[in-house]
């Protein structure tokens, strides 16, 4: 049988093994989140690549969406909403010079 403390201590080294690397992604999305909306529940994956040339508002993502593509607007327009409850994938690129919006509980892989 396995002793309780050594798995407490397994347990332990890798949550102290994965911190600094989760730290990372959570400020990567922070500093993601600056240029676009987010609401409650959505995350941008460090995949992710916003290139927002409008407002913050510009790009909206939706409640619990997960965002691995890459956003881009143009300095002369485009608009960006990505409904509630999707799933963007890696390697996919949507940009907008005017308006673009994917419906909710959407799966969208390149």
């Known amino acids: 049988m396995s ?16 911190f600094p690397e989760r730290l990372r992604e959570r400020i990567d999305e922070k500093i993601k989140s600056n240029h676009c909306v987010l609401a409650e529940g959505a995350r941008l994956y460090a995949q992710s690549r916003i290139y927002n040339r409008q407002g913050r508002d510009a790009i909206c993502v939706g409640r619990n969406s997960r965002i ?15 409904g509630e409850n999707c799933f963007i994938g890696e390697n996919t690129h ?3 010079a005017g308006s673009i919006s994917v419906g909710d509980g959407r799966f969208d892989f390149p």
Request: aromatic letters at 12%.
């Open 3 to 18: 002793d309780p403390k050594n798995k407490l201590m397994r347990r332990l080294v890798g949550l102290a093994y994965r």
């Open 68 to 82: 691995l593509c890459r956003f881009e607007t143009y300095a002369h327009g485009g608009r960006i909403h990505i």
């Open 94 to 96: 949507i940009w907008s």
